[in-house]
């Protein structure tokens, strides 16, 4: 929320538990929601779930997609925040991993770097 906060000047926070969204910012006369989650960066990569469960809603796994336009992250071991779209986030996986340091095989295709999507 700091960071959307330093980036827009303000964040509008839904009200009530359980929402789809945990805040939403404006730009260009249009509301954006944003799904707010914590990464971990493990081994170069922030790994974070893109899925939600909540099993007293009578379903073990739901998906953000047509529900928010952002996935926010946050990782505490860098200190950094992300703003990732959802058309970025594949519809079959439960994670997204953003590679902040190079693979050690030298792979280049298909990587998502997490350089572009910081913010603040």
């Known amino acids: 929320m700091r960071a959307l906060l330093e980036l827009k000047g303000y964040v509008l926070l839904p ?4 929402q789809r969204y945990d805040m939403v910012f404006e730009e260009d006369d249009r509301f954006y929601r944003v799904q707010c989650k914590t990464g971990q960066l493990v081994n170069g990569v922030i790994r974070f779930n893109t899925v939600s469960t ?3 809603r009578g379903k073990p796994s739901l998906r953000y997609h047509g529900q928010i336009e952002f996935f926010g ?3 505490p071991q860098n200190q950094k925040t992300y703003l990732i779209p959802i058309e970025h986030v594949a519809t079959t996986n439960n994670k997204l991993y953003l590679r902040v340091e190079p693979t050690r095989n030298n792979q280049a295709k298909k ?4 350089a572009p999507y910081e913010i603040g």
């Open 15 to 18: 009200y009530g538990e359980n």
């Open 54 to 56: 909540h099993g007293h």
């Open 73 to 75: 992250v946050h990782c």
């Open 111 to 114: 990587i998502l770097w997490a």
